[in-house]
Protein backbone atom coordinates (compact mmCIF):
# COMPACT_ATOMS: atom_id res chain seq x y z
CA UNK A 1 0.00 0.00 0.00
CA UNK A 2 1.15 3.60 0.40
CA UNK A 3 0.42 4.81 -2.86
CA UNK A 4 0.89 8.73 -1.80
CA UNK A 5 4.04 8.53 0.58
CA UNK A 6 3.93 11.76 2.40
CA UNK A 7 0.77 12.68 1.31
CA UNK A 8 -3.13 13.38 2.77
CA UNK A 9 -5.55 14.91 1.14
CA UNK A 10 -6.19 18.04 3.36
CA UNK A 11 -9.96 18.78 4.62
CA UNK A 12 -11.59 20.92 1.64
CA UNK A 13 -15.08 22.27 1.08
CA UNK A 14 -16.55 19.00 -0.21
CA UNK A 15 -15.06 17.33 3.39
CA UNK A 16 -17.10 20.12 5.40
CA UNK A 17 -20.08 19.32 3.14
CA UNK A 18 -19.88 15.55 3.92
CA UNK A 19 -19.42 16.16 7.61
CA UNK A 20 -22.00 18.53 8.03
CA UNK A 21 -24.80 15.77 6.36
CA UNK A 22 -23.04 13.32 8.12
CA UNK A 23 -23.70 14.77 11.47
CA UNK A 24 -27.33 15.73 10.33
CA UNK A 25 -28.51 12.38 9.49
CA UNK A 26 -26.84 10.87 12.64
CA UNK A 27 -28.79 13.16 14.78
CA UNK A 28 -32.26 11.75 12.72
CA UNK A 29 -31.11 8.19 13.20
CA UNK A 30 -29.29 6.22 15.30
CA UNK A 31 -28.90 2.25 16.30
CA UNK A 32 -25.76 1.35 13.94
CA UNK A 33 -23.39 -0.53 15.63
CA UNK A 34 -20.41 0.79 13.51
CA UNK A 35 -19.24 4.43 12.14
CA UNK A 36 -16.68 3.74 9.16
CA UNK A 37 -14.81 6.08 6.85
CA UNK A 38 -13.70 4.88 3.49
CA UNK A 39 -10.61 7.43 2.68
CA UNK A 40 -10.40 8.67 5.92
CA UNK A 41 -7.57 11.12 4.77
CA UNK A 42 -6.23 13.61 8.13
CA UNK A 43 -9.39 11.80 9.88
CA UNK A 44 -11.05 15.01 10.27
CA UNK A 45 -14.70 13.49 9.36
CA UNK A 46 -14.05 10.43 11.62
CA UNK A 47 -12.63 11.97 14.38
CA UNK A 48 -15.59 14.96 14.75
CA UNK A 49 -18.19 12.31 14.55
CA UNK A 50 -16.39 10.14 17.34
CA UNK A 51 -16.24 13.65 19.24
CA UNK A 52 -19.97 14.13 18.96
CA UNK A 53 -21.68 10.34 18.81
CA UNK A 54 -20.77 7.88 21.36
CA UNK A 55 -23.27 5.03 20.92
CA UNK A 56 -21.25 3.49 18.26
CA UNK A 57 -19.45 0.13 18.73
CA UNK A 58 -16.61 1.20 17.16
CA UNK A 59 -15.25 4.29 14.73
CA UNK A 60 -13.40 2.23 11.62
CA UNK A 61 -11.64 4.36 9.19
CA UNK A 62 -9.84 3.15 5.81
CA UNK A 63 -7.29 4.42 3.66
CA UNK A 64 -5.51 3.21 0.69
CA UNK A 65 -2.58 5.64 1.52
CA UNK A 66 -0.53 4.47 4.77
CA UNK A 67 0.91 7.94 5.58
CA UNK A 68 -3.03 9.07 5.89
CA UNK A 69 -3.98 6.35 8.35
CA UNK A 70 -1.58 7.19 10.12
CA UNK A 71 -2.03 10.86 10.05
CA UNK A 72 -5.77 9.71 11.16
CA UNK A 73 -4.65 7.94 14.17
CA UNK A 74 -2.58 10.74 15.24
CA UNK A 75 -5.29 13.31 14.72
CA UNK A 76 -7.93 11.01 16.83
CA UNK A 77 -5.29 10.89 19.64
CA UNK A 78 -4.74 13.87 19.92
CA UNK A 79 -8.69 14.65 19.95
CA UNK A 80 -9.23 11.97 22.58
CA UNK A 81 -11.04 9.55 20.94
CA UNK A 82 -11.41 5.76 19.84
CA UNK A 83 -10.71 5.40 15.77
CA UNK A 84 -9.23 2.39 14.86
CA UNK A 85 -7.72 2.98 11.15
CA UNK A 86 -6.52 0.70 8.99
CA UNK A 87 -4.46 0.84 5.33
CA UNK A 88 -6.32 -1.10 2.64
CA UNK A 89 -8.28 -0.49 -0.77
CA UNK A 90 -12.06 0.68 0.55
CA UNK A 91 -13.25 -2.13 2.94
CA UNK A 92 -11.58 -5.01 1.77
CA UNK A 93 -10.23 -5.42 4.94
CA UNK A 94 -13.35 -5.65 6.96
CA UNK A 95 -15.37 -8.82 7.60
CA UNK A 96 -19.11 -8.54 9.17
CA UNK A 97 -19.82 -4.91 8.75
CA UNK A 98 -23.67 -4.96 8.60
CA UNK A 99 -25.61 -2.44 10.69
CA UNK A 100 -23.08 0.16 9.33
CA UNK A 101 -22.68 3.45 8.31
CA UNK A 102 -20.12 3.94 6.20
CA UNK A 103 -19.27 7.57 4.76
CA UNK A 104 -16.88 8.12 1.68
CA UNK A 105 -16.02 11.52 0.69
CA UNK A 106 -15.32 9.41 -2.68
CA UNK A 107 -12.74 11.02 -5.33
CA UNK A 108 -15.16 13.36 -7.72
CA UNK A 109 -13.15 13.71 -10.94
CA UNK A 110 -12.65 10.63 -14.03
CA UNK A 111 -8.95 11.51 -15.00
CA UNK A 112 -7.31 10.78 -18.50
CA UNK A 113 -4.51 9.04 -18.91
CA UNK A 114 -2.36 12.07 -19.13
CA UNK A 115 -3.90 13.40 -15.95
CA UNK A 116 -3.20 9.87 -14.09
CA UNK A 117 0.31 9.71 -15.21
CA UNK A 118 0.99 13.73 -13.36
CA UNK A 119 3.30 12.80 -10.98
CA UNK A 120 1.38 15.41 -8.16
CA UNK A 121 -0.42 13.32 -5.42
CA UNK A 122 -2.68 15.75 -4.49
CA UNK A 123 -3.84 15.87 -8.20
CA UNK A 124 -4.33 12.19 -8.67
CA UNK A 125 -6.16 11.76 -5.13
CA UNK A 126 -9.16 13.64 -6.86
CA UNK A 127 -9.20 11.30 -9.57
CA UNK A 128 -12.03 8.48 -8.77
CA UNK A 129 -10.24 5.97 -11.29
CA UNK A 130 -6.76 6.64 -10.50
CA UNK A 131 -6.41 3.17 -9.43
CA UNK A 132 -9.69 1.27 -11.55
CA UNK A 133 -13.04 3.12 -10.72
CA UNK A 134 -13.61 3.73 -7.41
CA UNK A 135 -16.67 4.12 -7.43
CA UNK A 136 -17.15 0.01 -8.79
CA UNK A 137 -15.85 -0.68 -5.65
CA UNK A 138 -18.46 0.82 -4.01
CA UNK A 139 -21.18 -0.95 -5.64
CA UNK A 140 -19.65 -3.67 -4.77
CA UNK A 141 -20.20 -3.24 -1.44
CA UNK A 142 -23.48 -1.65 -1.57
CA UNK A 143 -24.79 -5.07 -3.39
CA UNK A 144 -23.69 -6.82 -0.21
CA UNK A 145 -26.82 -5.34 1.70
CA UNK A 146 -24.60 -4.33 4.64
CA UNK A 147 -24.81 -0.75 5.33
CA UNK A 148 -26.22 2.62 4.69
CA UNK A 149 -23.91 5.04 2.94
CA UNK A 150 -23.44 8.74 2.63
CA UNK A 151 -21.43 9.46 -0.14
CA UNK A 152 -19.97 12.88 -1.88
CA UNK A 153 -19.65 12.51 -5.72
CA UNK A 154 -19.28 14.56 -8.82
CA UNK A 155 -22.30 14.61 -11.60
CA UNK A 156 -21.16 11.47 -13.57
CA UNK A 157 -20.61 9.59 -10.05
CA UNK A 158 -23.97 10.48 -9.31
CA UNK A 159 -25.22 9.01 -12.54
CA UNK A 160 -22.97 6.13 -12.31
CA UNK A 161 -24.24 5.44 -8.98
CA UNK A 162 -28.13 5.70 -10.34
CA UNK A 163 -27.22 3.47 -12.93
CA UNK A 164 -25.97 0.75 -11.04
CA UNK A 165 -28.09 0.10 -8.06
CA UNK A 166 -31.32 -0.03 -9.89
CA UNK A 167 -31.62 -3.83 -10.21
CA UNK A 168 -29.44 -4.24 -6.82
CA UNK A 169 -31.32 -6.06 -3.86
CA UNK A 170 -32.10 -5.44 -1.21
CA UNK A 171 -33.64 -2.31 -3.05
CA UNK A 172 -31.92 1.24 -2.12
CA UNK A 173 -33.39 4.52 -1.96
CA UNK A 174 -30.95 7.70 -2.99
CA UNK A 175 -31.90 10.73 -1.31
CA UNK A 176 -29.83 14.10 -2.42
CA UNK A 177 -29.01 15.58 0.70
CA UNK A 178 -26.25 18.51 -0.63
CA UNK A 179 -25.32 19.94 -3.67
CA UNK A 180 -22.47 22.33 -4.25
CA UNK A 181 -20.53 23.40 -7.14
CA UNK A 182 -16.78 24.07 -6.74
CA UNK A 183 -14.48 24.99 -9.27
CA UNK A 184 -15.64 23.71 -12.23
CA UNK A 185 -17.88 20.42 -10.73
CA UNK A 186 -20.78 20.26 -8.98
CA UNK A 187 -20.39 17.92 -5.68
CA UNK A 188 -23.41 16.22 -4.34
CA UNK A 189 -23.61 14.09 -0.92
CA UNK A 190 -26.26 11.84 -0.61
CA UNK A 191 -27.86 9.04 1.56
CA UNK A 192 -28.41 5.63 0.54
CA UNK A 193 -30.97 3.80 2.66
CA UNK A 194 -32.22 0.32 2.34
CA UNK A 195 -35.66 0.10 1.57
Given at each position: MGYFPNFTYRPSDDTYQTLNVTLTVLKLRSGYDYFIEIGSGSGYIITNVAKEFTSFRRFIATDVNCTAVKETTRYAEDEGVDVDAVCCNLADCLRNISNSIIVFNTPYLTC??????????????????????????????????????????????????????????????????????????????VHLTRI
Open positions: SNGELSISDPAYVSICRNYRGDVLTGVVNIIKTGCCEFILTVGNDGLEYLLSSIRGIRPLYFIDVLFNSHMFFEDVIT
